[in-house]
Nanobody
Framework: QVQLVESGGGSVQAGGSLKLSCAAS????????MGWFRQAPGKERESVAV????????LYADSVKGRFTISRDNAKNTVSLQMNSLKNEDTAVYYC??????????????????????WGQGTQVTVSS
């Protein structure tokens, strides 16, 4: 079972930036799609951005397109989320997660939450006006 540890959360003013990082244990990190998800109080967990095993494919929620960028470094077993132009509605706990299946890319890459089965503990992001 992989361990995923998020870091980089915090409090920021609207319009500001944060970069989240997720470090994964194990030797098979590069085989799996990875994703960032978030959950605000009283709301369901939602997908923010996902990236294929190679990094060649990415998908974003409409609400973050043009503001957030997901990337991965398979040599370092890390996946990151650069968040710019943050808005109050981006406030949530952000989770890193690993896809269920190996070598998913292209048209098979999905943002469906139930296609990701290994989760980190989450990191809080708070955006204030």
């Amino acid at each position: 079972q992989v361990q995923l540890v998020e870091s980089g959360g915090g409090s920021v003013q609207a319009g500001g930036s944060l970069k989240l990082s997720c470090a994964a244990s194990g030797r098979t990190f590069s085989w799996y799609a990875m994703g960032w998800f978030r959950q605000a109080p009283g709301k369901e967990r939602e997908s923010v951005a996902v990236i294929s095993w190679s990094g060649g494919s990415t998908l974003y929620a409409d609400s973050v397109k043009g503001r957030f960028t997901i990337s991965r470094d398979n040599a370092k077993n890390t996946v990151s989320l650069q968040m710019n132009s943050l808005k109050n509605e981006d406030t949530a706990v952000y989770y890193c997660a690993r896809g269920r299946q190996q070598f998913i890319s292209g048209g098979d890459l999905t943002r469906q939450v139930d296609e990701y089965d290994q989760w980190g503990q989450g990191t809080q992001v708070t955006v204030s006006s």
